[in-house]
Nanobody
Framework: QVRLVESGGGLVQAGGSLRLSCAAS????????MGWYRQAPGKQRELVAT???????NYLDSVKGRFTISGDNAKKTVYLQMDSLKPEDTAVYYC?????????WGQGTQVTVSS
């Protein structure tokens, strides 16, 4: 059974930084992409950043230049470096793994940015 374990969330002041990590385990032989999504209260879940197994990245426009996604294929781990955080970045951040035959989500980690 595939399991995604996220870490690194927390409370930070505006302008600060956080680094999220997501490690996948359990029966994963290959995957297409890993990424981060977020959901703020009363809003729909949105894509923040994704990275393919080939290293191609994609970002939400509002985080471009501030967030950086990276991955370690051997460790099946993805990271999200978040700099210059803004109060509007406050949300629960979810890790997602997309494999040829399935999709798996993490349990989410809270990121709160105070003004």
């Amino acid at each position: 059974q595939v399991r995604l374990v996220e870490s690194g969330g927390g409370l930070v002041q505006a302008g600060g930084s956080l680094r999220l990590s997501c490690a996948a385990s359990g029966g994963i032989f290959s995957f297409n992409a890993m990424g981060w999504y977020r959901q703020a209260p009363g809003k729909q879940r949105e894509l923040v950043a994704t990275i393919t197994s080939a290293g191609l990245t994609n970002y939400l426009d509002s985080v471009k230049g501030r967030f950086t996604i990276s991955g370690d294929n051997a460790k099946k781990t993805v990271y999200l470096q978040m700099d210059s955080l803004k109060p509007e970045d406050t949300a629960v951040y979810y890790c997602k793994l997309t494999a040829p035959l399935f999709v798996s989500w993490g349990q989410g980690t809270q990121v709160t940015v105070s003004s």
